[in-house]
């Protein structure tokens, strides 16, 4: 039997709840997906009830449908391009006068709507009565209560969604177009130019005429771009609007779309005066308001800030290092695995040196990322990391950031541990482009997990007992740098004015576990997904690079000559212990013939190549082929920089399954890299930094594209190169001048 289909559209403003009721009734059949040509993510999800299949689609928050964000746009195309037959606009009752200007556009556009009014339990606390009734009367549509936490209420939107659905369908039903009075400065203008606009059929079978007329009127850059390109009446269109403009700024000393927000809010008022909101307790104050007085106080909101991030990632390190453990237990097993049952060498070492341990090395970190993002849901639900944002925004201004880019930087690991990629993803919810670009470009220059890896285990060879001075240091350095260059590209290419911080704080609210979980997830799989694939590639390729083309026979031929040498000569030498000795001679070798092998390989050529540029940053050659494989992915510098000093291919039989034999491992490479006299203090220093600012990561570069252009992703990998080596060379050689 096939099942009448119905198309929900969910709207409504940030932290209304939409997302929870969304959650609650579509379950298990919600799926993750791009809206096309954009980032913005777009959910989708089915309910079945009797003979209907309702699929419900999950709009992006947003305050109202203007063309300011790319949210806006998506929400408003969504609703007229796609024209679902039902809109749930889900509102927040404590804010029910705010939340109401979203409804009031969605019934101007004539779509046919429900209306859910949620966190019903947090009105009456606060002692606010809401007659939904009347309410549902003048707006002459449903109103449902919900506490979309607890599930209360969904399955009223249900039956109202297909009552009003069936409503829509009868014929007997008639459309009675939602009309407000902007006053009599505009609505002989718009009177005027809605009949124009049907008179000439224009735009008329993508829009209202009247809608149309107004949204020429608010100056709405969407629509007139459209318009542009339809050409006709256009120009006509916007002489009316720069009359009425002259007008209005002579006679009001406003501005129409000023006159339009007022109107609608003075309907939004009208209507709550007939007796829809009463107030119990009008000079109490919320519980909400009372932990703002402290959370928010200009001297010890910041502090408790910085107390409560370092918790968070202080947790996500200490219980993350168990699973994480497993994991890396795992893989290590694996590759034990692999090297007792593969018997061809090239494919022993392509499948354990190669696969197991690169993807290995990132997908061990997905326990701290599963973590790290469940305590970040928690706190985002809690509506706590709104405070955040509004208490760094006037520093974040200064350099001409947004306060929610806040949250991006810190993701991206503003505290160690954090990860470039859902960071730059992140920044989609910055309203203004140029911000988000801004954002986009500086946010790859945190400390992420993979430079953390790098980070200590560097800072424990080259400066024991101050491993946490130097990550101090280091994540300092990341904040201070990633906000001069965002002030300079804001002062230039990306010039522009900033965006008014108009975030409304919401209440202090208990998370639901399922939205932890939904949310975590959807997170976690996109990591797994695509580092876990990427990497998986890269391995590959950082394995080839290494190992092709392989020494000349006549060189291996030498080599294996030169070691029955050293045995003859042990023997009749008359030496003890001659085994041990043959072994040691043998060893020292084999490392000589790794190292002429990585001399010779692509990625070695390239290594000694580059060494033109890096000598005057105090890089040796080797240092060059980890930095080129961490291009791909930061963690590969460590294992790269492990097989340049010719300890990868023993140093990885020896360590499988074996943690011990791993540190121990790890220390050879820290003797040998100490006894290079290549490795003095500004060499070190200038590694380090070039580590923490040179290219993104190529997962990062990809997300960075996808977040803006591949225009701009270029310019940013290359931009942060250029400069990373320009200030490495500073610090070398002013630092090489007092060494």
Partial sequence: MSRRKITVALSGQPNCGKSTIFNAITGATARVGNYPGITVERMEGYYRKDDYRINFIDLPGTYSLTSYSVEEIVARDVILNEKPDVVVCMLDAVALERSLYLVVQLLEIGVPVVVGLNMMDDAKRKGIQINSELLSKLLQVPVIECIARRGIGKKEIIKAVIEVFEKRKSKDEQKHPFYISYGSDLNPVLEEMTELIVKNEFLSNLYPARWLAIKYMEEDENILKQGEKKGGIHQELINFVKTVEKHTEKTLNTYPEAIIADYRYGYIQSLLKEGVISREYSFKRGLSEKIDKVLTQ????????????????????????????????????????????????????????????????????????????????????????????YMLDKVFKMFGLHGASVMPFIISGGIPGGCAVPGVMAGRTLRSPKERLATVLTAPFMVCGAKTTVFLMLAEIFFPGNETNVMLL??????????????????????????????????????????????????????????????????????????????????????????????????DSGVKDKAEVIAQKISSLENKQQEAALRHSYGGRMGIWFEHFTKYTGFPWQANIALIGGFAAKEVILSTLSTAYSLGDSGAEETVGNSNEQSSTQNLLGRRLLASPAWTLPAVTSFLLFVLLYSPCLVTVVAMAKESSWGWALFGTFGALIMTYVLCVIVYQIMSLFA
Avoid at 307 to 325: I, R
Avoid at 476 to 485: D, G, K, M
Avoid at 531 to 552: D, E, Y
């Fill in 474 to 571: 280091l994540t300092i350095a990341s904040w201070i740098i990633a906000l001069l260059v965002a002030k300079v590209l804001r002062s230039t290419i990306i010039r522009g004015a900033p965006t008014p911080f108009l975030m409304e704080l919401p209440p202090y609210r208990l998370p639901t576990l399922i939205g932890i979980m939904t949310h975590t997830w959807d997170r976690v799989w996109q990591f797994v997904k695509k580092a876990g694939t990427v990497i998986f590639a890269i391995s590959i390729v950082m394995w080839c690079l290494i190992t092709f083309p392989q020494l000349p026979q006549t060189k291996i031929d030498e080599f294996n000559t030169q070691k029955e040498v050293v045995k003859k000569q042990v023997v």
């Fill in 298 to 389: 200009r001297l010890f909101g910041p502090i408790i800030m910085v107390v409560v991030l370092y918790l968070l990632f202080w947790l996500t390190f200490t219980v993350g290092a168990y699973p994480q453990n497993w994991m890396q237990n795992g893989f290590d097993y694996l590759g034990y695995l692999g090297n007792s049952f593969i018997s061809n060498d090239m494919l022993r070492s392509l499948v354990v040196s190669g696969i197991i341990d690169g993807v290995g090395a990132v997908l061990s970190f997905a326990p701290l990322i599963l973590i790290m993002f469940a305590m970040l849901c928690f706190l985002e639900d809690l509506g706590y990391m709104a405070r955040v944002a």
